[in-house]
């Protein structure tokens, strides 16, 4: 399903169902329409959101797929930070330089079913 509403909104509702501050998505204009955004745009405000009610476990599947080079980083970034203040990360990715790059432990499938 497409988010509804504003970008805003998107972050506001989250944020009142975990009783946490709504926060600005950077780089996102907060008043636009989040049925409008871009692939990597909708991704970016996914994380933020995911992020916002301070989750134990994040389970991210490609999150960085839609992204530009700099928004893929500062979504790495923002991940990173997350696991250096104790959260879990499962993130699953078709890029060993990211897997090797980022990841604690590295579990690739294809060795596992050759």
Do not use: K
Not at 61 to 86: M, P
Request: proline residues 4%; charged residues 20%.
């Amino acid at each position: 399903p497409r988010l509804v509403g504003t970008v805003s909104e998107n972050v506001a509702a989250i944020a009142a169902v975990c009783d946490a501050t709504a926060t600005h998505v950077p780089g996102l204009d907060p008043g636009a329409d989040a049925a409008l955004l871009s692939g990597g745009e909708a991704q970016r405000l996914a994380l933020h959101r995911s992020l916002l009610g301070g989750p134990e476990v994040l389970l991210l599947d490609e999150v960085t797929s839609a992204l530009d080079a700099a928004a893929a980083r500062a979504a790495e970034e923002r991940v990173l930070a997350f696991a250096a203040q104790g959260g879990a990360v499962l993130w699953v990715s078709h890029s060993a330089e990211l897997a090797a790059r980022l990841g604690a432990e590295v579990l690739n499938l294809e060795e596992l079913t050759a």
